[in-house]
């Protein structure tokens, strides 16, 4: 699941962990994504279903990157690569900068 983000994120050198949650009382299944360079900050929540053939379904994708308030919501995984290509170098930008001053 979400094979192109976990390639693209390799590609940034960024580190990533993944865990499963099996909630009790909904049918859906939960997949927490956490990444970051250094500390594991940055989190994206796939919940997903299966269909009757058992293919997976993926109903929500929530990103939610260090600092921001509200998580943004993708329906497709081309969705969530396109934001975190628009979004990632600027925030590598901003964190060289920083490390030089």
């Known amino acids: ?17 993944k865990s499963y949650i099996r909630p009790l009382m909904t049918p859906e299944s939960v ?19 299966h269909t009757w053939t058992g293919r997976q379904r ?18 497709t995984e081309d969705e969530l690569l396109a934001y975190l290509e628009s979004r990632l170098p600027q925030r590598e930008k901003r964190e060289d900068s920083e490390d030089a001053k």
């Open 1 to 17: 699941m979400l094979n192109r983000t976990k390639e693209y994120l390799k590609s940034r050198h960024y580190r990533y962990e």
């Open 31 to 49: 997949y927490v994504f956490k990444f970051g360079r250094e500390a594991l900050n940055n989190r994206v929540i796939i919940r997903y279903s």
């Open 58 to 75: 993926i109903n929500e994708i929530d990103l939610r990157l260090h600092k921001q308030k509200h998580p943004r919501i993708f329906r």
